[in-house]
């Protein structure tokens, strides 16, 4: 019989244990072992029974040890402590503290969460950074609020077919079972979110607040009884159900969240948000409540778009094109129109905030754009690739002006680092863990040392794995006597590489497989074996990614390799942490430049692990030679097969030639010296690079302070400067088509141009109805490529020389002759006004009809 319902008692704690309740329903223990380890002694079998879940522990762990654990003195001490150390890490001023006219507050959105394994809210790689940024946050004191959906499904468990097809289960969570509390008012009821729906419906959600920290994370929950069956099923699973599902979770998400934001800071008297951070486009939504807000105040449409903008930071995620969401036009129209419109936000300016080239679609990235004054990708080759693609939307800017910037990810330490190295890092080099700095003093822990931590966490994933490896077979229907064999599959001394990931086909999961008989000479290499662990799941919809998985998981049920690969189902952070931790190799072949950055092979980097990778995402911008191995790419070959070939062997090769070559090479002591030289300067080149907290400092400093500031100047003196700006745009805008640049002339260095020599530059610029004020003229100048294109130009602002009453001003600018060989310049107008981030943000520019300049020293 199945329950038609389930909830989950909660257990009262004796008042001497109260502590115990604050400790559990701070995910803060997730990444604090001390914390955790003071759970265990609560029942240390229960402990492992509830797979380390502590909210669960609470509710299955007998009564009568917890009136026993009331009476026991030392640990009642030891639940002070810990109680001390948490209230000291919530209250403590930090490096945030120490900043000036840093944001009063960042609202941070994103689709999903992965805070801990007990708390299901991810799929894969966007999650896993959205949980870092906030527990890197925590750490550091950024005063974010974040906001995304509960999931009552959250994503699915993987298991296996006897075929070796993948399986999938929904696991029913109960919020009462995990470590969450419902938002609710000052008279107890609990906060209630309405967002009206086309024939009027209307979706309803409760918000359950999850503590990370320092960082309150509020939870979206459509599980309500005011909601019709529809309703109710919005937020049931992550990234399940078709285009009108997901428009409705993306409307909680955005819309809802911000009206939660707004409820939560009332209620708590948290500061409101100076800046909402918004992970790719799903929480786009949130720019268009914000403009409601404002216009149902005080503000026109435009005024109130240049104050949201101002404050907004987009985050795009994806190089992939097909990765972009996008809803059709009318589904969105119908949405926001028609019976359901918001009286002072026009339909028609929705849908041309979200237009793209292609009618009829609304993209949710590119409005995302168009919302936000500040925009990144996650590596610095991402950065470019989402300037290649986003271009169209800055017409007549060079691809370096496009406005999208770049901070590369970074992986929260105390999370992903093995409990061992952190240990020892505690011990000898305090530095980096107070204030992760000191990483030269890595060169000074012994090689045994390193080597003894590494074989430990390389041992420990081998015994977890047989267990996962024979709970799998069990569920594929084997029996115990068949599966002897499992207690000597891998070996904790042999050279161990992890592949883990999701299975989009970009990622190339099967890419090893590419010649079966090669990777079967290296598995079972008899002198320089080596062994691969693999995890990772497809999107339930993805027949194409099951495949690919089965095609693995059929390689490796073969009998004489089953001991030396293995696939081990339900790829989620406990099994992440395991396998980037013991694992020595962390291999990564996706199809560059498709994976925006990567940040498993940086949990591996932190671990001692070393990177085997395609130069894609973070590993193009950091490996440095020495740092790892670099696979070649076969970029320009467009056969994708011819190009997987080329690129498998590549991969072969250095396994086998160079790989194992360094791990097998033993001193007369057993240590492989070369091997841990390499792990050495792979810990001091990178730890502090892949670091949450590095990555947490520069968006706080390039776009969370620059975006706070440019939202006061907007907002203050009751939104007068928004007012300026928005009549300055539109004017400007409207007036640009008679901006011209009418004539240039140069003068001052003669026939046979030296380095040195500067440039004399005049310029005639036609301004139309504006001002001079209105705009920046600018020299471009520098080297030229082979059609007279400026290859990396500089600028230099030229001085107003006067003007006259026909509207024709003239521009004067010494253009230094800094570079030999094919040089040239141009001149162009760009709008300019003090609270402009990026010359380009506008998209307008005036440029010369004829080109102008010169090529190898001769002027034209
Ligand atoms: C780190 C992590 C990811 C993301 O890894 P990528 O390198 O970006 O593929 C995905 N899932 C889990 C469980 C992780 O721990």
């Not at 009331?70 to 009642?76: E, S």
């Amino acid at each position: 019989m199945r329950a038609i319902r389930r909830f989950t008692v909660r257990t009262v704690l004796p008042t001497e244990l109260a502590a115990l309740g604050e400790l559990v329903h701070n995910l803060r223990w997730s990444w604090h072992p001390e914390t955790t380890d003071l759970f265990s002694e609560v029942d240390p079998a229960v402990w492992e029974r509830v797979g380390h879940d502590p909210v669960a522990l609470l509710g299955a762990v007998d009564p009568a040890r917890l009136r026993q654990l009331a009476g026991d003195r030392r640990f009642l001490r030891r639940l002070a402590d810990a109680a001390d150390d948490l209230r000291e890490y919530m209250t403590a001023p930090r490096w945030y503290q120490t900043l000036n006219e840093a944001a009063d507050a960042i609202a941070y959105f994103s689709p999903e969460y992965g805070i801990a394994a007990a708390l299901p809210q991810y799929s894969g790689g966007l999650g896993i950074l959205a949980g870092d940024h906030l527990k890197a946050a925590s750490d550091l004191g950024v005063p974010i609020l974040a906001v995304g959906l509960l999931y009552r499904h959250g994503y699915f468990t993987q298991s296996l077919s006897p075929e070796g097809w993948q399986l999938e289960h929904y696991p029913s969570l109960d919020p009462g079972g995990l470590p969450l509390s419902l938002l609710k008012d000052e008279e107890g009821t609990a906060v209630h979110i309405r967002i009206g729906l086309p024939d009027h419906r209307a979706l309803h959600a409760q918000v359950w607040v999850a503590q990370v920290g320092r960082v309150p994370l509020l939870l979206l929950d459509s599980d309500v009884a005011d909601n019709d069956a529809a309703a109710r099923d919005v937020t049931d699973r992550l990234y399940g159900g078709g285009t009108d599902h997901r428009l409705m979770q993306e409307l909680l998400l955005g819309v809802g969240g911000v009206r939660a934001i707004r409820a939560y800071c009332q209620i708590t008297g948290h500061p409101e948000p100076e800046v909402f951070h918004t992970n790719e486009g799903h929480a786009g939504f949130l720019g268009l409540e914000r403009i409601r807000e404002l216009t149902e105040s005080r503000l026109t449409f435009d005024e109130a778009l240049e104050a949201v903008r101002a404050g907004t930071v987009f985050t795009t995620h994806t190089p992939v094109p097909a990765g972009i969401d996008r809803f059709p036009s009318d589904m969105i129209e119908r949405q926001f129109g028609g019976d359901n419109a918001w009286p002072t936000v026009p339909v028609e300016r929705i849908l041309a905030l979200g237009a793209e080239q292609e009618p009829g679609r609304f993209n949710m990235a590119i409005m995302g754009m168009r919302l936000a004054q500040r925009v990144n990708g996650v590596s610095e080759l991402h950065g470019e690739v989402s300037r290649e693609m986003f271009k169209e939307l800055w017409p007549g800017f060079d691809l370096h002006e496009v406005p999208i910037g770049s901070i590369t990810n970074g992986v929260h330490a105390p999370t992903w680092v093995g409990r061992e190295i952190m240990e020892l890092a505690g011990r000898e080099l305090p530095s980096l863990i107070d204030k992760a700095q000191g990483w030269e003093g890595v060169q000074k822990i012994s090689d045994s040392d390193i080597w003894s931590i590494r074989g430990h966490l390389r041992e420990r994933l081998v015994e977890a794995a047989r267990v996962r490896l024979r709970r799998s077979w069990r569920d594929r229907g084997a029996s115990d006597a068949e599966l002897t064999w499992v207690d000597d599959a891998l070996d904790p001394d042999v050279l161990t590489i992890g592949f883990a990931r999701r299975v989009p086909s970009y990622k190339r999961l099967t890419l090893m497989l590419r010649d079966p008989v090669r990777l079967r000479e290296l598995l079972l290499d008899p002198d320089k074996p080596v062994q691969i662990l693999i995890a990772g799941k497809a999107h339930p919809a993805d027949e194409g990614g099951k495949k690919l998985i089965q095609q693995i998981v059929r390689f490796a049920d073969e009998e004489d390799v089953r001991h030396r690969i293995v696939f081990l189902p339900d790829y989620d952070m406990a099994l992440g942490q395991l396998l980037v931790q013991g694992c020595d190799v962390w291999l990564n072949n996706p199809l560059r430049p498709l994976e925006a950055s990567g940040t498993s092979g940086m949990k591996s980097a932190l671990n001692g692990g070393l990177n085997l990778s395609i130069r894609d995402g973070w590993w193009d911008e950091w490996y440095d030679g020495t740092n790892g191995w670099a696979i070649p790419t076969a970029d320009g070959v467009a056969d994708p097969d011819r190009r997987d070939e080329l690129e498998a062997a590549a991969l072969y090769d250095l396994i086998e030639h160079e790989v194992s070559d360094r791990f097998y090479d033993r001193a007369p002591d057993g240590l492989p010296r070369r091997w841990l030289e390499m792990v050495r300067h792979t810990l001091t080149s990178l730890g502090p690079k892949v670091l949450a907290g590095r990555m947490l400092r520069d968006y706080v400093v390039d776009l969370y302070t620059p975006a706070a500031a440019s939202a006061r100047a907007l907002s203050g003196d009751s939104f007068a400067p928004a007012k300026a700006f928005a009549a300055w745009r539109l004017r400007v805008a409207k007036a640009w088509p008679g901006v011209r640049v009418e004539h240039v002339e140069s003068s001052g260095v003669g026939d046979t141009p030296e380095v040195g020599a500067a440039l004399d530059l005049r310029a005639t610029i036609a301004l139309g109805e504006l001002e001079p004020s209105d705009l920046l003229v600018q020299a471009a100048y520098g080297k030229v490529g082979p059609h007279d294109e400026l290859l990396n130009p500089s600028y230099l602002t030229m001085t107003l020389e006067g003007a006259n009453d026909d509207g024709k001003a003239h521009y004067a600018g010494k253009v230094p002759l800094d570079s030999t060989g094919a040089f040239g310049y141009t001149v162009r107008a760009v709008p300019c006004q003090p609270l402009m981030a990026a010359p380009a943000e506008l998209g307008l520019i005036a440029l010369p009809e004829e080109p102008v300049g010169m090529t190898n020293g001769t002027l034209r």
